[in-house]
């Protein structure tokens, strides 16, 4: 790095452009001062020039003109270099809105050549000619020397960094932009600097890892001026959008007013396109053809917004047809293609990775495709559950593919990818914490019964699960080998993996080392019949009955679906159920083949297995911690069942009642327990899983504190209505309190998945501690003693 030297706030010696990449207010600012000192014509020239580039920074590419047309003419009294200044600094800017801008074969003849060529390569970029770009930005470095303004490197650098990224040489584009950064930041060029940060955010988009692209474009508004943040927000968006987050894109677009707001053409044209993907990714593809045709319309056919909006009006066609057209060599290739950041051009194709999986997919090599798609980030479940839009069509093509041939092996290694389990990291991001007790402290209010806080509620909670795209630190990687493991450790257990493919209900059977693909039913119909039997068993549980012959009916129905074409691959082993997004609010144990047999839910294999390598609570250090909410009817004499069951156990407890009953005393307990058994009103809406809650004295313990803790227990119950229930991702990765609990490490999490009856649920817990700590297996000991009141043993049993 070079050593930092003090700098004038406007300087004479410095070009333009370099003023304005160290700070464009101050540049405006000191270039009005010497306006308005009636300067002589070298530095009218100089600061007029200085306002033009300002004025183009800030979103007006007219008056930009009009200063440096007056720029240019101020020059010629001064000589031929600083007006070839002016009007390259005017070219280069009608290049970047669609015009003719620099072009022709005396670019070694101008003042600068590595200047002239950034322009023109930049330019290209602008057009989408990505090779054409990178070979004039190649050449532009070439011409570098001594008496190359400062800015110009890493400016050149931070463009042909951004262009290699659309080139997909990733690697490349990495390393040029590394060093733009640090040469920024030993020059004190703080503008530019912003720059190269909105680049690198363009790279981790591209990349896959929305969570840092976040970062990057909101540090690099902090230095930016309106229009470049607003440029920020639609890239942002277009992030958002690339990880299948509708909805948190559509809050971008609207924080400065929507594509009109954006200015004019370029601004506006970037945000109408990135508002036609947002149309377009929530099924309103009229709209979208319609807003691609209107920008398409106002620029020339060879041009970067022409383009990027054909690239939408395609993908809207393609996802409109049963089929994707003859012109699509490979379907599933095209299927993936739907996102495409804005920037440069060239983003409208998958990755070669992407690309590459869909061709091995089609070949019919399943491993290999899944060898080329990119493994899960660390991070929020919830946030991992809707990223890689792409790479989830890729699976679901090959999940059909391998369901039709049969291929039972390549069927799990399809359900497996994505599907969350244990491995995201413990969030430790203090702005999002503080977002989280905002909310915790809005619920608290409004049991309060201040009804202002109702309307909090909604506005913290968007808030959080907007903020929830940030990198967690790192967690420790994963066994890929899922099925040599499961082969090993299921012993006499039977795994069944459940999905939704190509519009049935589906599932891999792993038994006595067999592996084996089965068609069950028409996925709308198993969905329908799990929502009535559902419906009616929680009814029965609120109004204290047996089993309704609705809900009979249903389970007898839901039983030959979901477990009828396999039973006898089942047989009567302990059965671990991977389910459905269709199905995962099932309280499983009561349906009529599952009654009073060992079953375990879990959200995939992985998750399964990484839950039981820790099973075992008796065997773990720390207490029991045993906490009861506020207004449980029989909560106390429920704690001092329990208590005294794990006493006489030889097992050390910690109860919180009353005010000591508080989430922060929990956040801290629960990390060093092997037992912990939770009494409290449940709450759990399937339009905000992670929301899932037990009430304590301060305020919910909601899903999204379980993924702050470093480690969960051992052994979770739950003893509380709803939260054995799970709402699935886009990617069908099961969302709630248990899974949560899961993901920190429980190797057993106890919850119902119905409402719970406060004095009915004393005795049968007891029974099920009695049986666990004279060492029952958690599974068998709900068979026998809570799956009836509609409780699941989640995770290993």
């Known amino acids: 790095m070079e ?20 700070d464009p207010v101050t540049a405006r600012a000191r270039a009005e001062e010497v306006l308005a000192s009636a300067p002589a014509p070298d530095a009218r020239a100089h600061a007029l020039c200085t306002i033009g580039i300002c004025q183009h920074e800030e979103g007006d590419p007219a008056a ?94 931070a463009n042909r960094g951004l262009a290699l990224v659309y080139a997909d040489r990733l690697g490349e584009a990495a390393d040029d932009l590394a060093r733009a950064l640090a040469l920024a930041d030993a020059r004190h060029l703080g503008y530019l600097r912003a720059a190269v940060l909105q680049n690198l955010g363009c790279l981790e988009s591209r990349r896959g890892d929305t969570a840092e692209a976040l970062r990057l474009f909101d540090e690099a508004s902090a230095g930016s001026t309106r229009s470049r943040r607003i440029a920020l927000r639609i890239d942002g968006a277009d992030a958002l959008l690339a990880a299948g987050l509708p909805e948190e894109a559509r809050l971008r677009l609207e924080s400065f007013g929507g594509p009109r707001a954006a200015g004019p053409l370029l601004g506006e044209a970037a945000a109408l396109l990135v508002d036609a993907k947002h149309r377009l990714a929530r099924g309103d593809r009229q709209a979208a053809l319609a807003q691609a045709r209107r920008v398409r319309a106002r620029f020339a056919p060879d041009s970067l917004w022409a383009h990027l909006a054909g690239t939408v009006e395609w993908s809207a066609r393609c996802l409109s047809a049963s089929e994707p057209s003859a012109g699509v060599r490979h379907r599933t290739a095209a299927r993936c293609a739907v996102y495409a950041p804005t920037g440069a051009a060239g983003a409208v194709r998958p ?15 399943h491993a290999a495709a899944l060898r080329r798609l990119a493994a899960d980030r660390p991070g929020h479940a919830e946030a991992a559950g809707h990223t890689r839009p792409r790479e989830r069509a890729i ?119 067999r592996v084996d693909a089965h068609v069950l039913a028409p996925a709308a119909r198993v969905e329908e019949e799990c929502a009535k039997f559902a419906f009616d068993v929680r009814m029965g549980a609120l109004r204290g009955e047996e089993e309704s012959r609705g809900a009979a009916l249903s389970a007898r129905l839901l039983d030959g679906m979901l477990l009828g074409p396999i039973a006898e691959a089942l047989g009567d082993r302990p059965v671990v159920v991977c389910p459905a997004p269709v199905a995962q609010e099932l309280p499983w144990g009561r349906l009529p083949a599952l009654r009073g047999r060992e079953v375990c839910v879990a959200p995939s294999a992985r998750s399964w297995l990484d839950a039981e ?63 912990a058994h939770l009494i409290g009103h449940g709450g759990m809406a399937p339009e905000t899983p992670m929301l899932a809650a037990l009430l304590f004295d301060d305020g919910p313990l909601f899903a ?38 899961l993901s920190r490490g429980a190797g057993t999490v106890v919850a119902s998945a119905v409402p719970v ?29 809570l799956a009836e009141h509609g409780f699941l043993c989640m995770g290993a049993g």
């Open 64 to 157: 930009a003109h009009r200063t440096l047309r007056l720029a240019a003419a101020a020059s010629g009294t001064v000589g031929p270099e600083a007006a070839a200044l002016a009007r390259q600094a005017r070219l280069a800017i009608r290049a970047l809105r669609g015009g003719p801008g620099l072009s022709g074969p005396a670019l070694d003849r101008r003042p600068d050549p590595a200047a002239a060529l950034l322009r023109c390569g930049v330019a290209d970029a602008q057009r989408g000619h990505i090779p054409r770009a990178v070979a004039a930005l190649d050449a532009a470095l070439e011409r570098v020397g001594p008496r190359t303004p400062e800015r110009l490197l890493p400016a050149l650098l």
């Open 613 to 675: 390598t820790v099973a075992g609570w008796a065997q773990a250090a720390g207490p029991a911690v045993l906490a009861c909410g506020p207004r449980v009817p029989g909560a106390a004499a429920e704690a001092a069942r329990v208590r005294e069951i794990l006493h006489r156990a030889g097992v050390a407890t910690r109860s919180l009642e009353g005010p000591e009953a508080t989430v922060a005393e929990l956040r801290g307990s629960l990390p060093g327990a092997r037992v």
């Open 351 to 365: 990755t070669r990775d992407q690309a590459a999986a869909a061709a091995l997919v089609d070949a019919g090599r």
């Open 395 to 513: 699976a679901a093509e090959g999940a059909r593919r391998a369901l039709a041939e049969g291929r039972g092996e390549d069927l799990l290694a399809w359900l497996e990818y994505g599907r969350s389990g244990r491995g995201a990291a413990a969030c430790r991001d203090q702005a999002w914490a503080g977002l989280l007790e905002r909310l915790r402290d809005a619920y608290r209010r409004a049991e309060e019964g201040d009804d202002g806080a109702l309307l909090e509620i909604g506005h913290w909670s968007s808030r959080l699960a907007a903020a929830q795209l940030h990198r967690c630190r790192s967690a420790p990687p994963r066994g890929a080998r899922v099925l040599e493991e499961l082969r090993d450790r299921l012993g006499g257990r039977a795994l069944v993996s459940y999905a939704v493919v190509d519009g049935d209900c589906a599932a891999v059977v792993v038994a006595d080392g």
């Open 757 to 785: 009856r406060d004095w009915e649920v004393k005795g049968p817990m007891a029974d099920f501690y009695t049986a666990v700590t004279a060492g029952t297996a958690p599974a068998r000991a709900v068979a026998d003693h």
């Open 3 to 22: 050593s930092p030297r003090p700098r004038r706030p406007f300087d004479t010696t410095d070009d333009p452009a370099t003023l304005v990449a160290r």
């Open 704 to 741: 999204y504190d379980a993924e702050m803790l470093p480690q969960a227990p051992r052994l979770a119950v739950l003893s509380a209505c709803w939260l054995g229930m799970s709402t699935p991702a886009p990617s069908g990765a099961p969302l709630g309190m248990g899974t949560a609990l």
